[in-house]
């Protein structure tokens, strides 16, 4: 089947998202910063405001784990702008290059909560490249749970056999695969290698 559909995800692709580019400058020491997020506001912790739930609710009960950590979790949600860089260029190029060639539909599906992604949409003008982008923490779903892809391929109108999906995270990536999906890996940032995934799947030259 010829690839129609090209599907990407967010951070680590487009956008540069660390907890650690805000909690360094919190807690002044990257070690304490780093242990903080591996053990208190951690990446499993932070998928519950991409699932759906709001950040009040996750800090608040977080807190009352955590006393001792309370006024530096209360910080989370109005830091959380501080903790995008910034747009990754590799990824960018990548879309605008596939968005210029006119041969595909692009479309995002991104973990990201429902209360922030106004901010990316207002911030990063590429995202408007999209013809539609499927939010994890709207559809109350989140990768990799099968059915976030099945949404997805319903939304957008299309067959996953037609469907090219691009992250970083290597378990989004086999639960695309499972779905029929072509799905390719963007690992340790290594756009080269990713662009030539896609090229072999599509037959577009960047």
Not at 16 to 33: C, H, L, S, T
Not at 138 to 153: A, D, N, S, T, V
Not at 190 to 203: L, N, P, R, S, V
Request: glycine share 8%; net charge negative.
């Amino acid at each position: 089947m010829t690839i129609k559909n090209i599907v990407f995800d967010f951070g680590g692709v487009l956008i540069d998202w660390n907890p650690r580019y805000f909690y360094n400058g919190v807690f002044g020491d990257p070690k304490k910063a780093d242990d903080f997020i591996k053990n208190i506001c951690t990446a499993e912790w932070n998928a519950q405001m991409d699932a759906g739930r709001t950040f009040a609710e996750c800090i608040a009960e977080l807190q009352q784990e955590h006393p001792e950590y309370a006024h530096e979790i209360g910080l989370y949600f109005m830091g959380w702008t501080k903790m995008i860089s910034g747009p990754i260029p590799e990824g960018v190029e990548m879309l605008k290059a596939l968005h210029a060639s006119g041969k595909f539909n692009l479309y995002g599906l991104t973990n990201w909560s429902a209360e922030t992604i106004g901010w990316a949409r207002k911030t990063f003008d590429f995202l408007q490249l999209f013809k539609l982008i499927v939010v994890s923490g709207e559809e109350r779903l989140i990768k990799p749970e099968p059915l976030l892809y099945q949404r997805m391929l319903f939304k957008t109108q299309s067959r996953a056999c037609e469907t090219l999906f691009i992250d970083d995270n290597i378990k989004n990536v086999r639960a695309a695969r499972a779905m029929g999906i072509t799905a390719v890996h963007l690992k340790d940032g290594d756009f080269a290698a990713a662009k030539a995934e896609i090229e072999q799947a599509t037959g577009f030259k960047f």
